[in-house]
């Protein structure tokens, strides 16, 4: 029986099958090409299918009802099937790529013209869905079968076309679990510096799916041996060789910490890894490297949270984060370290600690904490029993007074009323009253009614 995800993956592929048929019976040839040839051939179910045709713009937008002319200019036409929306794009050769991105002219060809511009040959295939046909140019079926990245053509060329295929190669290689072509690793690695030119958010797309896409460990560590790191994440890439106790951290040191947290997030939750979870998994102890000290008591890292907060703002910042993305990552880092005190809080503040938006992420980050560390998960048993003995009220107590009942008692309306309210609510937590009775005794106490 088919899960909903893999119906709407089949209905899609149903629907692109068909608008491929539909361009060959009006006399043009049609491809499925890319990665939904590259999926299908390893066994996996695509979730989007491009398309390229011998047929002009023009010729397709008259084919199909509903279309949009989204790259027009580089023969592209976004054909729309019942919701789903597909890429269909007229073969083509490029001229020069003289800003690192787009070329300059196109010029409509031929399908094997149409392969020799494209990135890397795993993405280089050419199927006809109806023939099951596998038109290669360019050994990528070969390079599929033998889990290799390697580009089409020279890599330096094509690094230059685009510079964010360098960040693209590493991706493919961390999500499929793929290794580098050794001229493809070359390249990179001689062209690094040239990721500059590349937007803030096209390179943060790319982070966002080797972190979040399975691989983000190899990932990174290719992202470190090849330079790109320290181009576009010089923060992160401090992390390596800093040092920590052996008594906390028998693991090794910041870096090896923080990728360790990384494959293990990656193994044991992809294809669902939650962005904030591994942006904060990455970035949780980006402070370390700058509060670093060392005396006769050992190494230490006093600051390093309200450092990494800062550090954190301002690469997600850069990175052109939203503002609840943002602030969700900078709660996981400024929370990470209040774990080591759970056990002693007052009730009133474990309660708040547990109930603060996004608990679950915090909770597994500290997880993810441990066990790439010590391995001591006490903390985190301990609030999860928490959870799990405490009702909602106790956790969210109703409110006993409200403000009407304050003014009602003596009360002018005014700041004074918001503290009222804030220490009810905390004597509650702490469990000293339970009712409005005892609620109005305590406040006739407190202030003096």
């Not at 083509?92 to 031929?110: I, K, M």
């Not at 079968?145 to 590493?170: C, H, Q, S, W």
């Not at 090794?252 to 998994?281: C, F, K, N, R, Y």
């Amino acid at each position: 029986m088919l899960t909903r995800t893999a119906e709407n993956k089949d209905e899609k592929r149903g629907k692109a099958e068909a608008i491929i048929s539909r361009l060959k019976h009006a006399g043009y040839d049609a491809y499925f090409v890319g990665g939904c040839v590259r999926d299908s051939l390893r066994g996996v179910l695509p979730g989007d299918y491009d398309i390229v045709t011998s047929a002009l713009p023009d010729q397709v937008v008259a084919l199909f009802k509903r279309t949009v002319a989204v790259g027009v200019k580089f023969g592209v036409i976004v054909v729309i099937a019942d919701g789903h929306s597909y890429d269909v794009a007229t073969f083509r050769r490029d001229d020069a790529y003289e800003d690192g991105r787009r070329p300059t002219c196109v010029h409509f060809s031929s399908a094997k013209e149409d392969v020799f511009r494209r990135d890397f040959t795993i993405n280089g295939l050419l199927m006809d869905p109806e023939t099951k046909q596998i038109i290669d140019y360019v050994d990528g079926r070969a390079d599929i079968e033998r889990k290799v990245i390697r580009t089409i053509g020279d890599p330096a060329v094509r690094f230059n076309e685009d510079y964010l295929r360098m960040l693209r190669a590493i991706r493919f290689a961390a999500n499929l679990n793929f290794s580098m072509d050794p001229q493809t690793r070359d390249a990179i690695q001689h062209h690094a510096a040239s990721i500059k030119g590349i937007s803030a958010e096209r390179i943060a797309e790319e982070l966002h799916k080797i972190l979040t896409r399975g691989g983000a460990r190899p990932g990174f560590e290719l992202m470190a041996d090849t330079g790109i790191l320290q181009q576009i994440l010089p923060e992160v890439d401090r992390m390596r060789g800093v040092s920590q106790p052996p008594r906390f951290h028998p693991e090794g040191d910041v870096w090896q910490h923080t990728m360790i947290m990384l494959e293990i997030l990656s193994d044991e939750t992809s294809p669902d890894i939650d962005p904030a979870l591994a942006w904060g998994a990455l970035l949780h102890d980006v402070g370390k490297p700058l509060s670093r000290k060392e005396d006769d008591d050992g190494v230490h890292f006093y600051g390093h949270v309200k450092l990494g907060e800062a550090i954190a703002e301002g690469i997600l910042q850069r990175l052109r984060f939203s503002r609840a993305q943002k602030d969700t990552v900078l709660s996981l880092i400024h929370h990470h370290m209040a774990f080591m005190n759970v056990q002693k809080m007052r009730p009133a503040r474990l309660k708040r600690f547990l109930r603060m938006p996004d608990f679950h992420l915090h909770l597994q980050l500290h997880r993810l904490d441990c066990l790439a560390s010590h391995g001591m998960l006490d903390h985190y048993d301990f609030c999860r029993h928490q959870l799990q003995n405490l009702e909602h009220e106790a956790l969210h107590p109703p409110r006993l007074l409200s403000g009407h009942d304050l003014m009602a008692m003596g009360f002018t309306p005014g700041k004074l009323i918001g503290e009222v309210l804030r220490t009810l609510e905390e004597e509650q937590l702490e469990n000293r009253i339970h009712n409005s009775e005892e609620a109005a005794a305590f406040v006739q106490t407190r202030w003096k009614l």
